[in-house]
């Protein structure tokens, strides 16, 4: 990192511009423990997505009065929960930094933002570096990933490239690379069925579920030993394996949210859902995932991404492809080669 790129020469003045992917969850976590550390209830397992991207820059100013949040080119209110959200991990690296320095904060995401498609965990990673660094803290990137998981858990999972996990239940909530980018021979075609924003957040909609699903217990009691075999069979690299557990996984997982009132599918999903299921009946081996909101992703080898494509894009309600691969963690944009 150079430090021309981290400081601006005015005095009082210093930012950074951080890089990061998307992950998703191949063994998921859903639900909280109690209290406010945001340590999830269970572990889970994901792989950070090139392909996708959120580019923040944090630039701390004594003259500012408040903290200001750009996302996408709009300036976010002042009380609106992004800015709050944004404001919360300030705090925490002001704290760090024995500053109280405002800042203001530029976001952009080349995907559609807080859909179902990871925005706040890129967001949450690329702020928290951008903000360490603009702060010239030197910190190692576990401690980069504790200040994202504060903010938004799965967001601790971007700060690494590959596959990673993050601890949860009593475990705590710290967060490791399992395996690198070229540990398994997969691809993630992400099939986008709406550009809208979607109508409940990852937060809420778990809260409602653990208030409210009949099957949250079994969903707590089932997810650490899915996890454990979902690591084994990432470090085995067994494509076949990872694509049936995690399609379990997250049909699991919508299994209680629903239960619970919670429904982040719609009919275009499903319609992309029975496609993949008919690509396999046809010899075609592809499985699919389905974060908290109404895009899927369809895991296959890298070989059949293209016959995967065609398919997927033919399902009426998807909007468009993004082709994914495992990719790197947060980076300084000074050191993104990408
Ligand atoms: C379905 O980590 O985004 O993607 O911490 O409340 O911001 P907050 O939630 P978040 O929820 C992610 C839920 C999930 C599963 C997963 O990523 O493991």
Known sequence: MSNATRRASKKGSRWATAVAHPNIALAKYWGKLPGDGNVPAVPSLSVTLAGMRTTTTVA?????????????????AANGRAKIRATQLLDRVRAAASTTSRARIVSANDFPTASGLASSASGFAALALAAVHAADLDWSAERVADLARRSSASAARSVFGGFVELDGGAEGGASRVVAGPNALDLRVIVAVTTEAAKSTSSTDGMKLTQERSPYYAAWVADAPDAHARMRAAVVAGDFTRVGELAERSALSMHACAMAAGIVYVTGATLAALAEVRAMRASGLEAYATIDAGPHLKCLARCADVAAVHERLAAVPGVVRIIETRPGEGARLADEDAS
């Not at 701390?60 to 976010?76: G, H, K, N, R, S």
């Open 60 to 76: 701390f100013d004594a003259t500012l009065v408040d903290d200001e949040l750009i996302l996408d080119d709009q300036l976010q």
